[in-house]
């Protein structure tokens, strides 16, 4: 649960004891630093700055040039491939929409906004269709979802990506701007016997999914902005679907149709793909949730610790089936647990802050984090999800992700 800001006082209190010699240590270091370099005005300062950035789109700065999206192609068809966030290197739980993910199945398709249309058919009371300005004009909603690919993560079934970013970079989290779909299919009228909604998108892949209607009316949006801006071509731009706490592939971008049909269309997304191999033979299919996951980003490969003392462990955690409700970390391979203290806000469907203060000695460590949702699921060790799901599956790993660290400080993906 979330700890109160008093909880929070008094938790840092007992701990001032533990950590005083370190700040101690800290202090002092940088009064060494300071005699040994008298305050000195520095060139920056000197100079006039740049002028402002009038009519162009704001930009980081030069010395966060790193901080992008990095992934991989897959040249089995043009276009076809992901590029990931990279977490390592975030603070917060709004990734930033030049920092969102991208998962492309036939590139990226120009969509003029002023030409959409999206048809609604199949089985309803009336076939309708909309242009952008109708979609604009129902009444908004904004939400913070997090969007996660069923692949995330999914490296780790057989292998050890080196960063954050590579293992888990397939998820984003942003605030939504759109309308809720349920608006939009009041409109056309449900029929009794629509159970199903197959939705497409408008790229060259033209992805199709077939949505239980349930799902639909709960708290499905056809987004049209994302972080207070036009969703990115990339996104969806101009309109894609949200389908919060369900795998990404879901959630269509560029969407432009929607048929109400009483069963599934059984879609090559969601029989040749999309589907996980099960050790008897079988078949996992319709998987759609995302189930509880976290992962400590600091310290992580990309942020080794260059100093021992007093720390904070941060990471993230996140459910498909609601609000995070606890996260535990070890820093001894999953002997010991402590709980983590969780931030506001803890929301549904959306990424959780979590931090645990802890003193480093330069000693080996191997550090985890397990999350548990509201249901009361918990999440699995490798072992555990391995041991009921085997190893031939491409989606939905969500096992603790454990991190070594060294005696030097370096941090690296470990099987534990």
Known sequence: MTTTSDGSRRRFLRQTAAIGATF????ATR?????????????????????????????????EKNVVRRGRKDYRMPGSGSIMTPHGNLRGTITPSGLVFERSHGGVPEVDPAQHRLVIHGLVRQPLIFTMDDIVRFPSVSKIHF????????QGWMNRPATVQLSHGLLSSCEWTG?????????A???PNASWLIAEGADSAGLNRSIPIAKCLEDTMLVYAQNGEA????????????????????SIKWVRRLRLASEPAMTRWETAMYTESMPDGTARQFTFVMEAKSVITDPAPERPLRAHGFMEIRGIAWSGNGRIKRVDVSTDGGRN?????LHDPVLNRALTRFTLPWQWKGEPALIMSRAMDETGYVQPTHRQLVAVRGTANRYHYNAIQPWQIAG??????VFA
Do not use: H
């Not at 005699?35 to 950035?53: A, D, I, N, R, Y």
């Not at 309308?179 to 409109?187: K, Q, Y």
């Open 147 to 154: 969007l996660e690919c069923s692949g995330n993560t999914s």
């Open 408 to 413: 030097d400080g370096k941090v690296t993906n």
């Open 189 to 191: 009228g449900v029929a």
């Open 337 to 341: 647990w402590r709980q983590a203290e």
């Open 31 to 63: 009064d060494a630093l300071a005699q040994e370099s008298p305050l000195v005005v520095p060139p920056w300062t000197k100079t006039p700055g740049l002028p402002l950035s009038e009519g162009n789109y704001g930009m980081p700065s030069p010395f």
């Open 24 to 27: 101690g240590g800290v202090v």
């Open 179 to 187: 309308v809720m779909l349920s608006t939009i299919l009041d409109e």
């Open 231 to 250: 969703l990115r071509p990339e996104n969806g731009y101009p309109l894609r679907l949200l389908l919060p706490g369900w795998e990404g592939n879901m």
